[in-house]
């Protein structure tokens, strides 16, 4: 059983377009984050949301909205994607803020 | 302004010791060392982490200078599904948002 797994693994679209990635934790953890890797492959935390709460929303562009259906849940969505926005995204969570991170295997976008 | 200093490669011999150094020289008392590794085109995966003690695991043993300014995480037999990018990063439990964030880490490459 996948602890963190991602949807969709790949994705490819137009500028302009609004797209979204879910992820899902099965792990009972409090704490979820989204973290972007671009082509450098520095990971910069984007957002963390800890039951449900967003705790941490660091510099990213109002474009880029999280949401939190429930602990176990948090969705990435991005609207008039850029092409700047091309880069692999990465969901993890962990059992409470500041414990170890478990990482999903990532969403990489690419915007054409 | 980096937190923690690590080369940007290294090698080693299939069958032998990897050390992989970090430096942390500005670390605080309440800041804990913790490494991860990222396996090409996979997600992050969490190594082991340490306060000022030397910790042991299944993976790994890390080894903290009694000045807490540097670590070595030690792989004690290397294999060719070790070869990764090698992250170490320190945070507290209730770390910042930079904190959050990976640099750029050392590539470990195993040869046979």
């Known amino acids: 059983d996948t602890a963190v797994s991602q949807t969709p693994k790949y994705l490819v679209t137009q500028m302009g377009n609004d797209k979204s990635i879910k992820c899902e934790q099965n792990?009972?953890?409090?704490?979820m984050y989204w973290y972007k890797q671009d082509s450098k492959k520095f990971l910069k935390i984007m957002f963390s949301?800890?039951?449900?709460?967003?705790?941490i929303n660091e510099t990213v562009p109002n474009r880029f909205s999280p949401k939190s259906p429930d602990k176990a849940h948090l969705n990435l969505h991005i609207n008039s994607l850029e092409l700047g926005d091309s880069a692999v995204y990465f969901c993890a969570s962990s059992q409470e803020a500041g414990g170890e991170l478990f990482f999903g295997e990532g969403s990489r976008l690419t915007v054409l | 302004d980096a937190k923690t200093t690590q080369p940007p490669s290294m090698d080693c011999a299939e069958g032998r010791a990897a050390n992989l150094p970090c430096n942390h020289s500005?670390?605080?008392?309440?800041?804990?060392v913790y490494w991860y590794r990222q396996i090409h085109s996979q997600g992050p995966q969490y190594i082991i982490h340490?306060?000022?003690n030397n910790e042991t695991n299944e993976m790994a043993s890390l080894i903290i200078t009694e000045d807490r300014k540097s670590s070595t995480l030690i792989l004690p037999h290397a294999t060719l599904r070790d070869t990764a990018v090698y992250y170490c990063?320190?945070?507290?439990?209730?770390?910042?948002?930079?904190?959050?964030?990976f640099g750029s880490g050392t590539q470990l490459t195993v040869l046979p």
């Open positions: 949301y800890n039951n449900k709460e967003l705790i």
């Open positions: 990063i320190v945070r507290s439990r209730s770390g910042s948002a930079r904190q959050l964030t």
């Open positions: 340490g306060l000022k």
């Open positions: 500005t670390i605080s008392g309440n800041e804990y």
């Open positions: 792990l009972g953890h409090d704490t």
